[in-house]
């Protein structure tokens, strides 16, 4: 097989065996930072003996099996140095045993590792660096160029995370009951903020990162597997089917931004637009209020639902907003609302609502808010205020495509 296409076929299983291999070696070992190590260990064992042998039939199981020969080899070695000095500890021991007589078990040791990487001690960007890098399987140099950042910001940000794990010696098990709930909210907020940004990037000269998108969307379909009976984990899923549907016709021909009002819903991904709206019906037949992820899946799917643009429900996407707003206390859902409001109202409704959140202090850099009322102060016939606004709401954003359409948008109106 040449170079080229061993690494490729490498990647591959790299890709799908990854978590699985990180998280079961972190329960052996009890050691983010040593399990990373030693999986990366396999990887390169498997790049220096696969082009002579070949790809193995059950290439995970390969990798796991070498992984495990080096954990045991690492922890006799450290045995052997701390009995040299009369303090061998016996959780060396109990490990070397628990690694030779070790049973997988795949679905408990993601979890465990997702709820790791998400550890309370880490500050938001460590937990979506740490999953990119642990649950992901990504490089450090892929995890830069997807955050528009150097390597060494990214290393330097995962050396922190673990030494941050280390110092507070967190649990490699589950958390314990009572702080379940809070821990799994962690984990769907980091899967949330990945899929939004690679869904509309921040900063840029792209709108989209799909690679963010799928890695988010591939981990939330894991997480609904392993906790199948939260309505939230369902409801996320459900969001992230959706909302991606619609990649290929968010931007035009040269990379810039589609409406959605705009975009050609015959090229949608129905396959998946079928798969969210199963699972957000399964996220709403646990009988439980909905949370804020099932809420706005269920926004999400009135335009899903909705042949043409013409069609949309816009009262019941008003409502589920408010429902939202009650739940999160969000001023971002509000200027929804008000975008809602607009549509099966008229324009003069939203912008009234959309006024009242001027002095919010979290919208004061918001760059949708002066978009927002752009557009509607347009559609009232007030174009001088529009042009305005939505100059001010190119000068606010850090994405390229979204400040070219702003500019357009506010050098096309008439006088």
């Given at each position: 097989?040449?170079d ?48 002579e042998?070949?790809?193995p039939?059950?290439p ?31 959780r060396?021991?109990d ?8 049973i997988?078990?795949v679905?408990?040791?993601v ?33 830069a ?18 030494k ?8 490699m ?12 909210s962690?984990v769907?907020?980091v ?15 792209d709108?989209l990162?799909p ?24 409801g996320l ?13 968010r ?30 019906e399964?996220a709403?037949s ?8 099932v809420?706005?899946a269920?926004i999400a799917?009135?335009?899903a639902?909705?042949?043409t ?13 408010e ?16 975008v ?30 002066p ?5 509607l ?9 529009a ?6 709401a190119?000068s606010l ?19």
């Open positions: 097989m040449p080229h296409d061993l690494h490729r076929s490498v990647e591959a299983v790299w890709r799908v065996e990854s978590t699985r291999l990180v998280a079961a070696l972190v329960r052996i070992t009890r050691d983010v930072g040593l399990a990373e190590d030693l999986a990366q260990d396999a990887l390169e064992a498997a790049l220096a003996q696969w082009p042998s070949g790809v039939d059950k995970g199981a390969w990798l796991m099996a070498v992984a495990k020969r080096r954990a045991v080899d690492t922890f006799r070695r450290r045995e052997r140095q701390e009995r040299a000095y009369g303090e061998v500890e016996q060396h021991v490990v070397v045993a628990g690694i030779e007589s070790s997988d078990h679905e408990d040791d979890l465990r590792l997702m709820f790791i990487c998400c550890h309370p001690t880490l500050s938001s960007d460590a937990r979506i660096t740490l999953t990119l890098r642990l649950l992901a399987g990504l490089t450090t140099k892929e995890i160029r997807s955050f528009l950042t150097s390597e060494a910001t990214i290393g330097a940000r995962i050396t922190r995370a673990k941050a794990l280390a110092a507070v010696d967190a649990p098990e589950e958390p314990a009951e009572d702080e379940r709930a809070e821990r799994l962690a769907l907020g899967l949330y903020l990945l899929f939004n940004e690679g869904y509309s990037a921040t900063t840029g000269d709108l990162r690679g963010l998108c799928d890695e988010a969307l591939r981990l939330g379909r894991i997480l609904a597997t392993l906790a199948p009976a939260e309505p939230e984990v369902h899923v459900a969001l992230m089917e959706i909302q991606s549907s619609r990649t290929a016709t931007t035009d021909g040269a990379g810039a931004p589609v409406l959605l009002l705009d975009q050609d819903r015959s090229r949608w991904d129905h396959p998946r637009i079928r798969r969210g709206l199963a699972a957000l399964l709403r646990l009988g439980r209020p909905p949370g804020p992820y809420l706005q269920g799917a009135c335009h639902r909705a042949r643009a013409e069609e949309t429900d816009w009262s019941r996407i008003a409502e589920l907003y429902s939202l707003a009650v739940l999160s206390g969000s001023a971002v859902v509000e200027l929804n609302r008000a809602a409001l607009s549509m099966s109202e008229g324009p003069a409704v939203g912008l009234a609502l959309a006024d009242q959140l001027l002095d919010v202090p979290a919208l004061e850099e918001y760059h949708l808010l978009s927002v009322r752009g557009d102060l347009a559609k009232l016939g007030r174009t001088a205020e042009r305005a606004e939505l100059e001010r190119a954003t850090q994405n390229e495509r979204e400040r070219d359409l702003l500019l357009r948008r506010a050098a096309e109106m008439p006088d």
